[in-house]
């Protein structure tokens, strides 16, 4: 190593018995200094150690037994060569040894006896590998170089790298900026984004053999006027209102980067930028955003530097996507049932050619349930059916066009409750009601059966009589026999979607009065009595006795009208042996009552 040699040696055998080697002398020689060391017999290698470096030294070795001590052993060569004593003149050649390194030469003869003592040394140098010689350089204004050169080949040399090496000093040992590592098999390299001034390059071979060899002749690279222009400047569309800029690292050999600028413009011949990027100076990208849709945009970049601006880039240019429509349906309006709703709206216009509105979106939302459907574009209207009555509802629309969906517009209602029977008509006679209607018809909605209800208090839900008819009947009758007293009475669809309707208005029926008892008295005379007529909703005017002598008929053999609360009355002056029949009616605010069934007396 630099500071120690450590030496190893076979042991010396043989001689007789009682000739046995005792012990070895080991001698360090440098120039006329010289330091010897005895080891034992057993001992076959040792370290000189604190040497000084670079420096040559000779380490000779002997045997010594009880008889004293042996010849030195031959110094081992690096390099050897046996030749023929007969040649003439004798000459050897050696290949393979090291460049640019001190050789000591000796030799000796040998007779078929033995080799004999060696002459005396002669020292030699080996020549340094040569360096590469045919270096050519083409350049690229401002600032790009290319150097190439041939293969470098010396026998017995592999080359495993090249390195090119650039300097601002000429007289420099080292190089200013870092070498660059290039593969054996690459015989060029360019450099660029050199600032103003002049370099000095070099490349050099390594050698796997023997390492590096000397530079190659200097060649000079004058840089004038700015930094070069950013390379790889690229654009990716990315969207209607966006476009994607990529360029590679810039860097530079002299002087800091400081940053990037952007210039986007519409029309290649204006002075000023439209939309202007500031960027960082490690930045490679940026997005450009909330440009128009459709648009043609021109792109420049610079780099900024600590030695200036560099040249602008070669200009990009780029179209945005058509873009999604920007406004939403306007004008809408709805017609709302119990179970439809239809929306109308204005269509979407406006955009460049190749956006116009292909369809659009009509979202249905009750709650957390959302239901679309998509019309075609020349569809303004549309009806939502099957909706429930009288429950909120929000109609959301948009429109689509090939490049996506646009913002909405939308619309809250609430559905009405099912609605009542229409044509209700009342008539009546003396003895009877007839009420009839039409049949109910509501989309999506089917009657399963009607429902008469007669209350008492108009003001309550429940019924205190119910009729059930079946959905294909259209009227009922009250007749005379129904019951007592005044009812108010209305009449809803029962469906089987959504339950039952909205009542009609109710209509007051005025049944017969309750408690009527008639008896003869005489020949001439019928007692007659009944309960006081109770009007919830309206008032009692009098009452009106009838006697019928044929009780199909309307006309009264004795009519005679009483005053509330008044609630008898005895007829007199009557035919004896005659049969009467009395009928006693009520008279209120909304007429008479129904007649009661007719007493035979």
């Given at each position: 190593?630099?500071?120690?040699?450590?030496?190893?040696?076979?042991?010396?055998?043989?001689?007789?018995?009682?000739?046995?080697?005792?012990?070895?002398?080991l001698?360090?020689?440098?120039?006329?200094?010289?330091?010897?060391?005895?080891?034992?017999?057993?001992?076959l290698?040792?370290?000189?150690?604190?040497?000084?470096?670079?420096t040559?030294?000779?380490?000779?070795?002997?045997a010594?037994?009880?008889?004293?001590?042996?010849?030195?052993?031959?110094?081992?060569?690096?390099?050897?060569?046996?030749i023929?004593?007969?040649?003439?003149?004798?000459t050897?050649?050696?290949?393979?040894?090291?460049?640019?390194?001190?050789?000591?030469?000796?030799?000796?003869?040998?007779?078929?006896?033995?080799?004999?003592?060696?002459?005396?040394?002669?020292?030699?140098?080996?020549?340094?590998?040569?360096?590469?010689?045919?270096?050519?350089?083409?350049?690229?204004?401002?600032?790009?170089?290319?150097?190439?050169?041939?293969?470098?080949?010396i026998p017995?040399?592999?080359?495993?790298?090249?390195?090119?090496?650039?300097?601002?000093?000429?007289?420099?040992v080292?190089?200013?900026?870092?070498?660059?590592?290039l593969?054996?098999?690459?015989?060029?390299?360019?450099?660029?984004?050199?600032?103003?001034?002049?370099?000095?390059l070099?490349?050099?071979?390594?050698?796997?053999?023997?390492?590096?060899?000397?530079?190659?002749?200097?060649?000079?690279?004058?840089?004038?006027?700015?930094?070069?222009?950013?390379?790889?400047?690229?654009?990716?569309?990315?969207?209607?209102?966006?476009?994607?800029?990529?360029?590679?690292?810039?860097?530079?050999?002299?002087?800091?980067?400081?940053?990037?600028?952007?210039?986007?413009?519409?029309?290649?011949?204006?002075?000023?930028?439209?939309?202007?990027?500031?960027?960082?100076?490690?930045?490679?990208?940026?997005?450009?955003?909330?440009?128009?849709s459709?648009?043609?945009?021109?792109?420049?970049?610079?780099?900024?530097?600590?030695?200036?601006t560099?040249?602008?880039?070669?200009?990009?240019s780029a179209?945005?996507?058509g873009?999604?429509?920007?406004?939403?349906?306007?004008?809408?309006n709805?017609?709302?049932?119990?179970?439809?709703?239809?929306?109308?709206?204005?269509?979407?216009?406006?955009?460049?050619?190749?956006?116009?509105?292909?369809?659009?979106?009509?979202?249905?939302?009750?709650?957390?349930?959302?239901v679309c459907?998509?019309?075609s574009?020349?569809?303004?209207?549309?009806t939502?059916e099957?909706?429930?009555?009288?429950?909120?509802?929000?109609?959301?629309?948009?429109?689509?066009?090939?490049?996506?969906?646009?913002?909405?517009?939308?619309?809250?209602?609430?559905?009405?409750?099912?609605?009542?029977?229409?044509?209700?008509?009342?008539?009546?006679?003396?003895?009877?009601?007839?009420?009839?209607?039409?049949?109910?018809?509501?989309?999506?909605?089917?009657?399963?059966?009607?429902?008469?209800?007669?209350?008492?208090?108009?003001?309550?839900?429940?019924?205190?009589?119910?009729?059930?008819l079946?959905?294909?009947q259209?009227?009922?009758?009250i007749?005379?026999d129904?019951?007592?007293?005044?009812?108010?009475?209305?009449?809803?669809?029962?469906?089987?979607e959504?339950?039952?309707?909205?009542?009609t208005?109710?209509?007051?029926?005025?049944?017969?009065?309750?408690?009527?008892?008639?008896?003869?008295?005489?020949?001439?005379?019928?007692?007659?009595?009944?309960?006081?007529?109770?009007v919830?909703?309206?008032?009692?005017?009098?009452?009106?006795?009838?006697?019928?002598?044929?009780?199909t008929?309307?006309?009264c053999?004795?009519?005679?009208?009483?005053?509330?609360?008044?609630?008898?009355?005895?007829?007199?002056?009557?035919?004896?042996?005659?049969?009467?029949?009395?009928v006693?009616?009520?008279?209120?605010?909304?007429?008479?009552?129904?007649?009661?069934?007719?007493?035979k007396?």
């Amino acid at each position: 190593s630099s500071t120690q040699a450590t030496v190893t040696w076979s042991a010396v055998t043989g001689g007789s018995p009682g000739e046995e080697v005792t012990e070895y002398n080991l001698c360090l020689i440098q120039g006329s200094d010289e330091v010897c060391t005895l080891v034992p017999a057993d001992t076959l290698s040792y370290t000189f150690e604190n040497l000084n470096p670079e420096t040559e030294y000779t380490v000779r070795i002997s045997a010594i037994n009880a008889f004293g001590e042996g010849p030195w052993g031959d110094e081992s060569c690096t390099e050897d060569a046996t030749i023929d004593a007969s040649l003439n003149p004798l000459t050897v050649v050696k290949d393979g040894l090291k460049p640019n390194t001190m050789y000591r030469i000796r030799v000796r003869a040998f007779n078929s006896v033995a080799g004999g003592p060696y002459s005396h040394e002669v020292t030699l140098q080996t020549s340094p590998l040569p360096p590469i010689f045919d270096l050519e350089v083409t350049s690229t204004p401002p600032s790009t170089f290319t150097v190439s050169w041939s293969e470098y080949f010396i026998p017995g040399a592999t080359v495993q790298y090249y390195y090119v090496c650039i300097r601002t000093d000429p007289a420099s040992v080292t190089c200013d900026y870092s070498e660059v590592t290039l593969d054996p098999s690459v015989l060029s390299y360019t450099i660029s984004n050199l600032p103003s001034g002049d370099y000095y390059l070099t490349v050099i071979a390594d050698t796997v053999e023997y390492g590096r060899v000397p530079e190659s002749g200097t060649v000079t690279l004058s840089v004038s006027g700015p930094p070069p222009a950013v390379e790889n400047f690229s654009a990716t569309v990315v969207s209607s209102s966006s476009i994607l800029y990529t360029w590679d690292p810039y860097t530079l050999l002299e002087g800091e980067v400081l940053g990037f600028d952007i210039c986007l413009k519409k029309d290649l011949s204006q002075s000023g930028c439209d939309i202007l990027g500031n960027l960082g100076p490690t930045d490679t990208s940026y997005t450009a955003t909330g440009l128009d849709s459709s648009t043609v945009y021109y792109a420049t970049i610079v780099a900024q530097t600590s030695v200036g601006t560099s040249l602008v880039s070669d200009s990009l240019s780029a179209t945005t996507l058509g873009g999604v429509p920007t406004t939403p349906p306007a004008n809408i309006n709805g017609e709302i049932s119990s179970t439809q709703a239809t929306v109308t709206w204005s269509a979407v216009t406006g955009g460049s050619p190749g956006e116009e509105v292909t369809e659009y979106n009509l979202c249905l939302i009750q709650g957390s349930d959302e239901v679309c459907t998509l019309v075609s574009a020349d569809i303004l209207s549309y009806t939502f059916e099957n909706l429930n009555p009288e429950t909120e509802y929000t109609i959301r629309i948009s429109a689509i066009n090939v490049f996506g969906e646009g913002p909405y517009s939308g619309v809250d209602f609430t559905t009405a409750a099912l609605p009542s029977l229409s044509g209700v008509r009342v008539s009546s006679s003396s003895t009877s009601y007839e009420i009839s209607w039409n049949e109910y018809v509501v989309p999506g909605a089917t009657v399963e059966y009607y429902i008469v209800c007669f209350r008492r208090d108009q003001s309550s839900t429940e019924c205190d009589k119910t009729v059930i008819l079946p959905p294909s009947q259209l009227s009922y009758t009250i007749s005379n026999d129904l019951g007592f007293g005044q009812y108010f009475v209305t009449v809803s669809p029962q469906t089987t979607e959504y339950g039952i309707a909205t009542p009609t208005d109710s209509f007051t029926v005025l049944c017969p009065i309750d408690g009527i008892y008639c008896s003869a008295q005489s020949s001439s005379e019928i007692s007659c009595s009944w309960d006081e007529y109770v009007v919830t909703d309206g008032t009692l005017s009098s009452y009106t006795l009838c006697l019928k002598v044929d009780p199909t008929t309307s006309s009264c053999a004795v009519l005679q009208g009483i005053s509330p609360p008044t609630t008898n009355y005895t007829f007199t002056g009557l035919d004896s042996n005659t049969v009467y029949y009395p009928v006693i009616l009520a008279l209120t605010s909304f007429g008479f009552t129904l007649e009661n069934v007719p007493l035979k007396m």
